[in-house]
């Protein structure tokens, strides 16, 4: 048996974790202010606050936050119909939250410099804003799609923003294991888009190359997209996960992204996964 392998960080992949580390220290400062701000019966709504600066940097959001805060003592309600609105606002930031992060750049281009107003109508300012980064999403999902058809639907590389640790357990739920990821990237700040239905290979099969054995193109996995068209982001995953739960992987269990060994005609595309340790 050959050494796990593995890939070392590619310059592109360096000067992505070097952005995301740029602003760690300032968002976990953020973090803090926002704990203490807490009441001592936390409001539904508190913790979400804490997840969008771990998306984007917490300057970007400053004035949104104060905003949430000032939505969340204002109300003249009653003390249940107040903790049913805050019930609304979680759910409402949730979803923003989740859209963020499907977004590039996870719409810190969007928060920046904009301003925002309270009203009686907040709710629907959120909704506003929510629709806005949906759309940004839509139109991503669009430019990823054409750049994938300029090389014909088969990356040289693909998924190389997404990080993963594989472990030994296979996921039965696709839905659950989504959320997983999510929430995972959430817990270290890890920026970047995690778009599960942004396309990753136009192929309705591909070899993943085994990544323990010598003869990694002769004993490859094939795996199918569930449509019979394309693979998504998180159906890919999702896969993968399920097929390197078979192995063990030992130290090497983070997944960097796939890299195109092989595309001949008439055979599905091979590709070698990256794994760090």
Known sequence: MTPMYFSNLTPEQCEFISQRDMYFKDRIAAMKDIESSFSSVPRPADYMKGNLIKLVHPSCVTELLKLID??????ESTDSTRYFEQLELQDALDRMVRTMSKIDDNGEAYFTNRTFAFDAFFMNSLEVIVNDLEEIL??????ACFELEKVGGIPKCAMRD??????????????????EVFRSRLEIYLTGSWDTERAAILAPKIRIANPIESHRSELAFELNSDNGKWFTHGELLFKLHNLMADFSLGDHIYFEGLDLDEHNEGAPPLYSLFLGS
């Open 162 to 179: 997404v990080q993963w640790s594989f472990y030994e357990e296979k996921s039965l739920c696709r839905k659950r294991f989504d959320d």
């Open 70 to 75: 000032k939505y969340s003592d204002t109300s």
């Open 138 to 143: 839509r139109t991503e999902r669009m430019e």
